[in-house]
């Protein structure tokens, strides 16, 4: 059998040392319970002092339990009263920060909104311009046939203002050499001359013609 050795302890409550002699440790041991914390006269103390309960439900309290007098449980509510108002203040300030976040999320929501209406207006802009381009390119690819058609238009065009310039000018000439040599004889005259002699060339023009 092993021999128990005595054991000094310190006591928690007065700091002092004391002995757990063999008999208390065989004691302890039998009735399962751990060694003391305390020495004799600290807990034969505690054991003198009044047990606490609570007033409402009867519990016991714990001899370490805080008590106060009236005046500093009157500061400490006060304390406490003050501490709640401003959790209140602070509650308060924040739901208004959190309505003035809602009010700017729903501003942000509805710009959003917006620019996303912006881009799609903006996508479809630059589709129907991108076919309006296509239409130009493929209308001047099938136009390309059609300029030299346009220049040999304008080119006839000229030659034809030319060839009207000239019978202008050949007609102004004939209306001179009548206003020079035939100045005393009427125009009915004239052109009554000028288509006898034309059909006199003509009719030696055939004749030749047969001749040969």
């Known amino acids: 059998m092993v021999e128990i050795a005595i054991r000094r302890l310190t006591c928690r409550e007065c700091g002092k040392q004391f002995v757990f002699t063999k008999g ?21 103390n505690k054991k003198k002092q009044p047990h606490l309960t609570c ?8 001899q370490e339990a805080w008590l106060y007098c009236e005046y500093c449980l009157k500061n400490i509510q006060l ?5 709640v108002k401003n959790s209140q203040k602070s509650a308060s300030v924040a739901q208004a920060k959190l309505q003035v976040a809602e009010s700017r999320k729903t501003e942000l929501e509805e710009s959003l909104y917006q620019m996303k209406q912006l881009v799609a207006e903006l996508e479809l802009k630059v589709k129907n311009l991108a076919l309006d381009l296509e239409k ?14 346009l220049d040999s238009m304008e080119e006839r065009l000229e030659a ?23 100045g005393s004889v009427s125009l009915l ?12 060339q003509s009719a030696c023009s055939k004749q030749e013609r047969k001749d040969r």
Request: charge should be positive; charged fraction near 30%; hydrophobic fraction near 30%.
């Open 24 to 44: 208390e440790q065989e004691f302890y041991e039998v009735k399962g319970l751990t060694p003391p914390t305390r020495c004799k006269e600290c807990r034969s």
């Open 55 to 62: 007033a409402q439900c009867g519990i016991e309290l714990p």
């Open 79 to 83: 304390d406490c009263d003050r501490k």
């Open 136 to 149: 130009a390119r493929q209308f001047y690819v099938a136009s390309s046939w059609i300029k030299p058609v």
């Open 160 to 182: 034809l203002e030319q060839a009207q310039h000239e019978s202008n000018q050949k007609m102004l000439d004939v209306i001179q050499i009548m206003q020079d040599g035939y």
């Open 189 to 200: 005259e004239f052109i009554k001359r000028r288509l006898i002699t034309y059909r006199r």
